[in-house]
Structure formats: C-alpha cells, structure tokens
C-alpha cells in the first residue's frame, strides 16, 4: 500500500489561555443547557404518538418482558430500557419521557467533544466544540425526542472517537473490546449507525491498526457480539425477521437510486444545516433564520467541501500546516467517509425514498461538519481573524434563532396542546371511557398519558403495541377522537351511532358513544365496525399536528 506523507502525530489538546480550565466546560455546559430547554418545561411532541413508542415498550419491560424492538423491527428497544429505569425511578409523566433524550445528549455531547479533541489540534477542537454545543436547528429538534435518534448519535460519535484512539495508539485492548460493544449497540439501535461504523471501521484497516496486536480483531468480534446479541437473538428466533417490514434494510428500486441521490443533494443536506424551520414549514417563519438560511448554507457547503477534498490535499502532503493541521494523519479520510458513506446508503436504502422529513436519515453528517467548519475558519483566521469571527456569530446567531426554545411560538402551542391532553383524558375518565379509537396521531399517546388504562387504538390499524388485543370480552364505553368536528359528524352518521358530541379545546373533537352500539357483539367486532364506517365515509388521514 501507498504511504502518503508522514505527518507529525501529538496528543491533541486545547490551547492554553483557550480551551483551558474554563472555555471547553463552559461550552459544555452551554450545550447542555440548550439541550435542555430544547425539551423544557415538558410538552406535547409534534410527533407525540411516536415519541410515546418507547415510553410503551418501557411498561412491557416493567412487566417483566424482554423487547427487542421499539417500534416494528426497525428501531431496537434501548430507549425502553432507559425509559423503564427512569419511570422506576421518577415516575411516568411525560417530564420523565423529556428527561431522557437530555441524558443521552449530554452524554453524546461529552464524547463528541472527545472524538473532536482526538481528531483536531487545539484551537480546531476548541471551535468544532462551540458548533457542536450549539448545532444546526435540524440536529437539536430531530434529537430532542425520545425516539431512538439521541441513542444513534451517541453510538456515532463513540465509534468514531473510539476509533481515533485506537488509530492513535492511544487506546489498547479495552478500547477495542469497547468499540466493537458499542458498534454492536448501534447496529442493535439502528442500520442508521453503520453511516459511522463503516467508516471507522475502514479507517482502522487502512491504518493497519488491527495489525498491531493481533487481539484487537477477536475483542472487537467480542465486543460486537455481546452488544448485538438482542438483535442476534430475535433474528434466530425469528429467522431474518428484523430485515420484514424494515424499510431501511430493503434495497431501493435501481430506477429510484439517482431519484435518491438528488433528493439528498437538494434536500437533506439543505434541511439539515440550513432549514430556518427543522420541520419544513409546519412552524411560524423566524424573520432572522430565514434571513440567514443563503449564507449559512453556502457556508456549511464549503465546510462540507473541505472535507471532501482534504484527503487528496493530504495524500498529496499539502495539508496546511499549524493550528489548521489534524492532530493524526490521516485524520482527513476519516472525517470524509462519513458524509460519503451517509450520501451511498442514502441513495441504495428503500429509506432514502421517503420523501417526508428524511433529514433524520442523515443526521451523522452533523457530528463532522464542526470539525471541518473548525478547519476552514482556522484557515481563514491565519489571514483576516474578523471574517472568521464575523462567519462564526453569523452561523451561531443561525443556529440559536432557529432553535425552538420556550418562548418561541410553537414551543407555547405544544405546551398547550399538552394541556389540552390532560383536559382530554379527565373527559375520557370522567365518561368512564375504556377504548377511543381515531388516527394514530391522536389515540396512540393516550395508552401512555393514561398509563394503558384507556386504550387508544389506531383506526388505520398502525397498532405497534397490540392495543386492541387488550380489549376485554364484556361492553365497554367508546370514544370517536378528531381533530375536526366535520370529520367526527361524517363518521358518525356513516357508524349511525348515537352519544354525545363533546370539544375538548384547543384540539380535539370527542364522541362519546352509547355503552354496546352492537348488542351481542364483542369490543373487537365493535371496533371493526367502526373501522369499517370510518373508511366508508372516506374520512382523510388529517395532520399529526
């Protein structure tokens, strides 16, 4: 194999009168801050349902159960776990639910700090940090939610720092087994987490790192198989059956790949680092973000660049030398791989066809856009200090106005929206309701605000946790829930039901159904056939908001 240049290799570490004693644990402590009034004082999730999926797999581990998987065969259980560990604990309440993505992003922002400290020089390190505490909108609103997404990115941002080690020489044995268990988590978590694996993992044989002790290959097979082995055992359990009905593990249509490619190009990458809403228009425009999206995408675009040609500009030993200089050689191909590896599974999984928000799908870019933002600012700084100084405030000021804090528009609204759950649920005990059952967006959260005594059962049948197995034998109390009086009117008339039409503000339209609409029929029959009248008025799927 072809060297390229050898290149000095130090142990990184922030610059003295910098990233000392004070400036990298007061940024630390800053990101740990906005993480936590990104998810506070506790609201409703504008993907609520979602967001409860774990929450509901944590009471299946209370009850003694073993989970595999969250939600389908597609996201493993971790977050149940977490979830069920801190419902112990705290208690269920949805300020419990906030508390844990905080947790793992905390945590995710301590080892992304170390990976950067591993990867960078000094003053580099220290910069990349500032953009990690405080991230692109996108990043903080797709890992807020108690989803799966904070524990992908914690795996991440591991892999790649446990990698740096021990391509460094800096790590030993343990590191290996280390980074092989947690490789194996995050394959267990999400396929998401091989968009970082893949390149660590090349990084490493092209160091010949594994060569130099030959128990790092065994440990590292070790480490993977303990970590996977919930995901191994469900799969021999039931042959293949994580790769059924997991969108992300089936190849795309070849018609469809280039289709996926430009989506990513035109699309993901924009959304990720320059939408001023992280949700596509769904939220009121910020007049500062929008004003800034032009510039802090051609910014980020040419951070984005950098680190694509900087392995060339490194093999070819022109990398620029002084504080602009990573702290490893080689160092540049790693921090490339991951975009790139990002952009082919993109463009070859069914996932990169969705068309919905797939910025999620490309998170892990963000975790080594700083590093080469970093780079490029301290290449700048080596000539004009206030063009550096005047693109960091800009894409900070960017970053922070479109953060969704407390105060903003929409974090008051899903405030109230939450409130206005709690109204819904003292109607629904007050009525003595047992069962509702209306679009997934608006029932599924009532299993676990109610703690499963009242069961929200989906009418499009997206029932993840078997809701409607729970229906007892005998006649129970029904409830219709809508977002729109015209949609409840409709179905009820289809159903031809009689009850009573109550508005829960500021969301809901609620019906409550007469006790046995079906004389002799079950709760099961019963549901089909409001199923079957919900589809027949041809009533639309409305807005999960």
Known sequence: MLS??????????PAPGLGGRVLVPSLLATGVLLRFLAAFPSHKYTFDADCMLGALGAFKVLRGEHLAFHVGVRLGSLVSYELALLFRVFGCSRSTLAAQPVVVNALTLVVWWLFLRQALKRRAAVIALLFAALPWPAFTFWTYMPNGSPENLLFCATTLWLACRLAHGTGGRPTALGLGLVIGLGFWNSFQTLECTIPGLFWLFYHRTLRRDRAFTPLLVAGFLLGASPWIAFNIRHPLGSFHGNFGARPAKIDLMLDNGR????HDLPDLVAAPDPENDF????????????PVLAISCLALLFLLVAPLSWWRGRWPSGEAETA???IPFLLAMV??????????SEAGAHRVLTVRYVLPIALVLPAGLALVLVTIAARWRWLAAAITALVLAFSLA?????????RLLWAANAAGDRRLLATLSQHHVAAVTGGYWKVYPINFLSGEKILGIPVEGADFYGEAAKLPANPIDWALLSLQPAEIDAWVRHARLAGEKIRVPPLYSLFLVRRDPAPGQ???QVLQNLQAAYFGAGLPFLSRK
């Open 283 to 294: 939220n009121p425009p910020n007049r500062v973000a929008a004003a800034l999206r032009l």
């Open 263 to 266: 989506h990513f190009l035109t």
């Open 402 to 410: 479109g953060t969704l804090f407390p105060w903003t528009r929409s």
């Open 339 to 348: 975009p790139l590896t990002t952009f082919a599974i993109t463009m070859i």
């Open 522 to 524: 079950p709760p099961t």
């Open 4 to 13: 390229p240049p050898a290149p000095a290799i130090s142990h990184p570490g």
């Open 328 to 330: 490893c050689g080689g």
